[in-house]
């Protein structure tokens, strides 16, 4: 039982290592390559915990050649569109002013009701109203509006708009983010007052704050 512990573990932390040093990109939505090798780095790691008798080095190994694979091809991808179209392949336009392209559907083996469930998820129902609907490498479907079913903007209806601002935790679940804290400019001081403003006895009766740029508080105690 030990031995087989020990193996999990050791198995467990080199495919977590491979994975996070890929990049983030692969703990999305996987390209086809990506797919390749963690679906093969999942079967490698399983065959040496199946087996005790097999060494661990046999299940190590090949991980790290496809993790170097994996690393030298995405290297080669930045530098070479060719091998890229050819690893990735390229996105395909679905949709074009309102038309469904039926050869392109037929080539991608994309179904009517597998577009029509894509457009719902995305809040439309009605192909009339995209100029343009594009297959991603990804297998995600992206869709540009026709200019007079988009949503009119602040600037197009000459209101003035506010920016977004990003907001930090300043709390989470009772504990201070002091880090957060210096990076906006305040301190342990400020947000006791903040606090007593709000009726709250100490951080730890808080779920969560948030401080955004512009200086907006959100606050939820942990009773809600």
Same mark, same amino acid.
Request: charged residues 25%; proline residues 2%; aromatic residues 6%.
């Given at each position: ?13 080199? #495919?977590?290592? %491979? ?7 692969? @703990? ?7 797919? #390749? ?43 070479? #569109? ?19 392209? *039926?050869?392109?559907?037929? *080539? ?6 597998? @577009? ?25 479907? %992206? ?19 506010? $920016? ?5 935790? #300043? ?16 301190? *342990? ?7 007593? *403003? ?6 730890? $009766? ?6 955004? $740029?512009?200086? %907006? ?8």
């Amino acid at each position: 039982m030990a031995i087989i512990f020990i193996r999990t573990v050791i198995l467990y932390f080199a #495919i977590l290592i %491979s994975m996070r040093l890929m990049g983030k990109r692969q @703990l999305g939505e996987l390209e086809i390559s990506e797919f #390749i090798v963690a679906a093969l780095i999942a079967d490698l790691a399983a065959t040496p915990l199946q087996d005790i008798g097999i060494p661990l080095l046999n299940g190590l190994l090949p991980i790290a050649i496809m993790f170097c694979l994996e690393i030298i091809i995405a290297g080669l991808n930045l530098k070479c #569109i060719r091998l890229r179209k050819f690893t990735y392949g390229k996105p395909e336009i679905i949709i074009k002013n309102g038309k469904i392209d *039926r050869e392109k559907m037929q *080539r991608n083996r994309f179904t009517i009701d597998e @577009l029509m469930q894509e457009l719902r998820a995305q809040g439309q129902s009605d192909a009339s109203q995209i100029a343009y609907a594009v297959l991603e490498t990804n297998g995600q479907l %992206s869709i540009i509006l026709k200019s007079d079913s988009q949503p009119a903007t602040a600037g197009q209806l000459s209101v003035a708009g506010q $920016d977004e601002c990003y907001a930090h935790i #300043i709390i989470n679940d009772g504990r201070i983010l002091d880090n957060n804290l210096r990076l906006l400019g305040r301190d *342990r001081r400020w947000l006791v007052n903040e606090l007593r *403003r709000r009726n709250i006895s100490g951080a730890e $009766d808080v779920y969560i704050l948030t401080l955004s $740029d512009s200086g %907006s508080i959100f606050c939820q105690t942990r009773e809600g």
